[in-house]
């Protein structure tokens, strides 16, 4: 777990710093982008739900765009509360995606056949599905199950670690933001201590001279 140090050579406030402006980049571009397709993503031939889902997506976007910067200055500034609400956010999604991801490696999983069989008609009948790319060639029911099986196999088992490793790392990296808040707790509450040996308080009854 992070304690003064975040990948095991950063700095804590540096490694939350890193962490925020990272977080800021990729939800910046994921608005820009979604700004950019508005027109497209939101077309009548998807339906009204796109439109919902559209702007579902956009106000999460935003929202963790905002905290991102609120981590950025927190950071910077050493502001116990902008660290807070990035904190709470960070983990917020953190957890969206742990059950995201792997809700749907597990629904792939679960529905491995339908997807190798769908896969084994497409090559078995090229012309059925328009141009594609063995160029029009039908492959036999052994060959094109045989490919569908191996591919779908291999993308399990590829998808399988890239959920793991990609939320073990958001998961790190928000212990790391959450050990960088309690710090400045910590921090927070050292000075209030000094402040008041600073100015300490005369017992009741004592004479003033």
């Given at each position: 777990?992070?304690?003064?140090?975040?990948?095991?050579?950063?700095?804590?406030?540096?490694?939350?710093?890193?962490?925020?402006?990272l977080s800021a980049i990729y939800y910046i571009a994921v608005v820009a982008v979604l700004a950019i397709?508005?027109?497209?993503?939101?077309?009548?031939?998807?339906?009204?739900?796109?439109?919902?889902?559209?702007?579902?997506?956009?106000?999460?976007?935003?929202?963790?765009?905002?905290?991102?910067?609120?981590?950025?200055?927190?950071g910077a500034a050493k502001h116990r509360g902008m660290i807070n609400i990035f904190k709470g956010l960070?983990?917020?999604?953190?957890?969206?995606?742990?059950?995201?991801?792997?809700?749907?490696?597990?629904?792939?999983?679960?529905?491995?056949?339908?997807?190798?069989?769908?896969?084994?008609?497409?090559?078995?009948?090229?012309?059925?599905?328009?141009?594609?790319?063995?160029?029009?060639?039908?492959?036999?029911?052994?060959?094109?199950?045989?490919?569908?099986?191996?591919?779908?196999?291999?993308?399990?088992?590829?998808?399988?670690?890239?959920?793991?490793?990609?939320?073990?790392?958001?998961?790190?990296?928000?212990?790391?933001?959450?050990?960088?808040?309690?710090?400045?707790?910590?921090?927070?509450?050292?000075?209030?201590?000094?402040?008041?040996?600073?100015f300490p308080v005369e017992p009741l009854g004592k004479a003033h001279y």
């Open positions: 777990m992070p304690g003064s140090t975040c990948c095991c050579c950063i700095p804590i406030r540096a490694g939350v710093l890193i962490i925020a402006i397709h508005k027109q497209e993503l939101v077309a009548p031939d998807f339906g009204p739900r796109a439109s919902i889902c559209f702007w579902v997506v956009m106000a999460i976007a935003v929202l963790y765009s905002l905290s991102s910067l609120f981590g950025i200055v927190g960070y983990w917020l999604m953190a957890i969206l995606s742990l059950l995201a991801s792997f809700g749907l490696w597990i629904f792939m999983m679960v529905n491995r056949d339908d997807s190798v069989a769908v896969c084994s008609d497409f090559l078995q009948h090229p012309g059925s599905y328009g141009e594609t790319f063995t160029g029009g060639i039908a492959f036999t029911k052994a060959e094109a199950d045989d490919f569908c099986s191996t591919r779908m196999r291999n993308f399990l088992i590829g998808s399988g670690v890239a959920v793991f490793l990609g939320n073990f790392i958001q998961i790190y990296f928000a212990c790391a933001i959450s050990a960088y808040a309690s710090r400045l707790k910590r921090t927070n509450q050292h000075h209030k201590l000094r402040n008041l040996e600073d």
